[in-house]
């Protein structure tokens, strides 16, 4: 009989961690976020741009005080999981790092009003840099 606190918990644990998950998707909020974001470097960190996203549906839009840093315009969203993934849906020129263009997979956060999502391009053989958002909502 010692298994079944074992199983018991393990089974408490997975509930919650999948609910956790199904939740952030269901208590996504929609509307209008504004905050910060930053290219956080390895060795330092980056300039900082204020931000505001807009999630209507399952559309984005959003601006920046710094030009193509990040580069948002518009797209589409979905979220699975702890991952939301962005698809960008406007023309580019070639002269900037198209990195900062917001599009593809972010870990994403939700905690009450507040919204982070990042994407981690550092790996075991190579130290780059971490994009980060956090924002508010405010409407």
Do not use: H
Not at 39 to 49: L, S
Not at 52 to 61: A, K, P, R
Not at 115 to 121: A, I, K, N, T, V
């Amino acid at each position: 009989m010692r298994s079944f606190p074992s199983i018991s918990l393990l089974l408490f644990v997975c509930f919650f961690s999948c609910s956790e998950d199904d939740s952030l998707k269901s208590n996504f909020q929609q509307g209008t976020f504004s905050g910060t974001f930053q290219r956080v470097q390895a060795f330092g960190d980056g300039e900082i741009a204020q931000v505001t996203l807009v999630f209507d549906g399952n559309e984005w839009s959003g601006s920046s005080d710094i030009t193509k840093y990040p580069a948002l315009c518009r797209g589409t969203y979905s979220i699975n999981g702890s991952t939301i993934t962005f698809a960008n849906e406007c023309p580019w020129t070639a002269e900037f790092d198209w990195s900062l263009i917001l599009s593809g997979d972010y870990e994403l956060t939700k905690t009450g009003n507040k919204l982070e999502f990042s994407r981690d391009y550092r790996s075991e053989d190579s130290d780059t840099y971490l994009d980060q958002y956090l924002l508010v909502k405010i409407d």
